[in-house]
């Protein structure tokens, strides 16, 4: 039987079908055996990025908790020591004014009178002292102010002035200005600020 030129072609063209799909198969079989392989590598470097991942974002997650719990600290604290001010401020007024109308008291001039005493008793018999006093004690006790001193003192080694800003109390200071005393109702109302300070932080602390 004669082999036809057509016989050749589609023997050739048969064969080099097979081969190129053997060398497809082999192939095919080492990209899967390779895949295969890399599989569980690729799965565990995947599981690894995803909790990195997960750490990573509950580390942030944590600093911005934290960020956020420190400002929340902050603002609250600012805003303690706002109120504990205005607080502060209120009750200081209200105990200047309470001051103030005890200025008009009898009570107060005896106080007034026994704070004059307890300063003069500080300077020496032959100093000079200048004794300031607030302006309503200076034009209503004028007498009284002047009659204490002279127990202690005589006429030409004091003078009295006044002080607008005083609320009442004495003031005294020697002629050469090294001693001071200073027994004035402002000092003694502004040495309870920090008393007031502290007892209305410990009560704003408590209601937060």
Same mark, same amino acid.
């Given at each position: 039987?004669?082999?036809?030129?057509e016989?050749?072609?589609?023997?050739?063209?048969?064969?080099l079908?097979e081969?190129?799909?053997? @060398?497809?198969?082999?192939?095919?079989?080492?990209?899967?055996?390779?895949?295969?392989?890399?599989?569980?590598d690729?799965i565990?470097?995947y599981?690894?990025?995803?909790r990195?991942?997960?750490?990573?974002?509950?580390? *942030?997650?944590?600093?911005?908790?934290?960020?956020?719990?420190s400002?929340?600290?902050s603002?609250?604290?600012?805003?303690?020591?706002?109120?504990?001010?205005?607080?502060t401020?209120r009750?200081?007024?209200?105990?200047?004014?309470?001051?103030?109308?005890?200025t008009?008291?009898?009570?107060?001039?005896?106080?007034l009178?026994e704070?004059?005493?307890?300063?003069s008793?500080?300077?020496?018999g032959?100093s000079?002292?200048?004794?300031?006093?607030?302006?309503?004690d200076f034009?209503?006790?004028?007498?009284?102010?002047?009659?204490?001193?002279?127990?202690?003192r005589?006429e030409?080694?004091?003078?009295?002035?006044?002080? @607008?800003?005083?609320?009442?109390?004495?003031f005294?200071?020697?002629?050469?200005?090294r001693?001071?005393? *200073?027994?004035?109702?402002n000092?003694?109302?502004?040495?309870?600020?920090?008393?007031?300070?502290?007892?209305?932080?410990?009560?704003?602390?408590?209601?937060?």
């Amino acid at each position: 039987m004669s082999t036809t030129i057509e016989d050749k072609i589609s023997l050739f063209t048969k064969v080099l079908i097979e081969r190129i799909e053997h @060398d497809f198969q082999e192939k095919q079989k080492k990209l899967v055996d390779y895949y295969e392989a890399r599989k569980s590598d690729i799965i565990k470097d995947y599981e690894e990025r995803k909790r990195a991942a997960v750490n990573d974002a509950a580390k *942030d997650a944590e600093t911005k908790k934290q960020q956020m719990i420190s400002k929340a600290k902050s603002t609250m604290h600012l805003a303690v020591l706002k109120k504990r001010h205005e607080f502060t401020e209120r009750i200081m007024d209200e105990v200047r004014e309470r001051a103030r109308a005890f200025t008009n008291t009898e009570e107060y001039v005896e106080f007034l009178k026994e704070a004059i005493k307890k300063v003069s008793v500080r300077f020496s018999g032959d100093s000079f002292v200048n004794y300031i006093f607030s302006r309503n004690d200076f034009e209503n006790h004028r007498e009284i102010i002047l009659s204490t001193i002279k127990s202690f003192r005589d006429e030409n080694t004091f003078k009295i002035e006044s002080n @607008d800003s005083m609320i009442g109390g004495v003031f005294a200071k020697s002629g050469d200005g090294r001693l001071e005393i *200073d027994y004035t109702v402002n000092t003694t109302i502004e040495e309870s600020r920090k008393m007031v300070g502290e007892i209305l932080s410990l009560r704003l602390s408590e209601g937060c």
